[in-house]
C-alpha cells in the first residue's frame, strides 16, 4: 500500500480512522531517516524510500501502459518486422565494411 502525509486511512494495527504522518528517526542527535505512521497510535506503517520506491515502480508502469495504449500497440504482442523472416539471416549496414558514421550523415 501506498501512504501519502495527510492521508486519511483505515490504520492496520489499531483499525481506527487516522491521518498518516510522517515521524523521522534520530540515532543521538543525527537524523537517520523518516517513516509513515498512523497518527491515533503512532504505530510504523512503511519507510518514506520504500513508499517512494514503489510509488517510482507503479508510475513507471503507468506510463508505459499509457504510452502504449497511445500507439495502440499492446506489450504482449511485439509485431515482427515485415523484412525480416524467421531463420533468414540478416544483414544491416551497421555490420557492413563499407559502413561510415559522420557528424551529418551516415553511409553505407
Known amino acids: ?5 495527510g492521508e486519511t486511512i483505515t490504520c492496520p494495527h489499531c483499525r481506527a480512522q487516522a491521518m498518516v504522518t510522517v515521524q523521522a528517526v534520530y540515532d543521538g542527535w543525527t537524523k537517520t531517516g523518516k517513516f509513515y505512521a498512523c497518527s491515533h497510535c503512532d504505530e510504523k506503517l512503511m519507510d518514506v524510500v520504500e513508499a ?3 510509488a517510482a515502480k507503479h508510475r513507471d508502469c503507468e506510463v508505459s501502459r499509457q504510452f502504449a495504449d497511445f500507439l495502440g500497440t499492446n506489450e ?3 509485431p515482427m518486422s515485415e523484412f525480416i523472416k524467421h531463420g533468414e539471416e540478416t544483414q544491416f549496414c551497421k555490420d557492413c565494411v563499407n559502413y561510415i558514421e559522420h557528424p551529418f550523415a551516415t553511409r553505407c
Do not use: F, G, L, S
Open 1 to 5: 500500500m501506498r501512504y501519502k502525509n
Open 76 to 78: 504482449a504482442e511485439k
Open 52 to 54: 517512494d520506491k514503489a
